[in-house]
Structures are given as structure tokens and as C-alpha cells.
């Protein structure tokens, strides 16, 4: 079994900042991508932010520069550092995670959602 568990939403007014973790635990071998998806009333779920295993980062360009995303792995923990937040920025944050649970196995987790809200 592997649990995902995400903290760290909230409110928050425009030009402020918030930090998203998402932790996983349960049987783990290993943990390749890690990354962050956001979906807002109406619109598509997108890829806001992803590492690998690596330390290879990619952002979407609505964040790029503003948002930081980073892992570490004795904790088996992703995490997502949002600054300058804009009302844009408003949408429930989901946490993935591409995850071996042994070297002839890898599946893919879904994190329960945080809610993430910016004010103007």
C-alpha cells in the first residue's frame, strides 16, 4: 500500500507565499518523478511542477520564476514553494508521484488534493 498525504493550502493574499508538501509512505522501493497539478473551477488539470529523481525540474510557464519545486528523498517528501501568488494561482493542488514499489513494478499516486486560494 502507498499513501499520499498533502498539507500546506490555504489562503493567502495576492504577492504572498505558501509552501505545499506531499509525503509519501507505505511500501516504497523507490520514487522516480515526483510533481504538482492544479485544477480550477472550469478549467483543465494541468502540470504545474515536476522533479525527478534526479533533481531535473520543470514548470509550466504561468509559474515559472515564481514557484520552486524540490524533494527530498529521505523523506520521501515533495515539496512546492509558491511565491508571488496571484488569484490565478486559485485551484485545489494535486500531488503526483510516479513510485516503484520494486524494481519490476512502478505505478502512479494521486495525492487527496489541497485547496490553495489567493486574494486580491
Known amino acids: 500500500q502507498v499513501q499520499l498525504v498533502e498539507s500546506g493550502g490555504g489562503l493567502v493574499q495576492a504577492g504572498g507565499s505558501l509552501t505545499l508538501s506531499c509525503a509519501a509512505s507505505g511500501s516504497i522501493f523507490s520514487i522516480d518523478t515526483m510533481g504538482w497539478y ?43 514553494q509558491m511565491n508571488s501568488l496571484k488569484p490565478d494561482d486559485t485551484a485545489v493542488y494535486y500531488c503526483n508521484t510516479n513510485i516503484r514499489r520494486s524494481t519490476s513494478y512502478r505505478a502512479t499516486y494521486w495525492g487527496q488534493g489541497t485547496q490553495v486560494t489567493v486574494s486580491s
Open 38 to 80: 492544479r485544477q480550477a473551477p472550469g478549467k483543465q488539470r494541468e502540470l504545474v511542477a515536476s522533479i525527478t529523481s534526479r533533481g531535473d525540474t520543470n514548470y509550466a510557464d504561468s509559474v515559472k520564476g515564481r514557484f520552486t519545486v524540490s524533494r527530498d528523498n529521505a523523506k520521501n517528501t515533495v515539496y512546492l
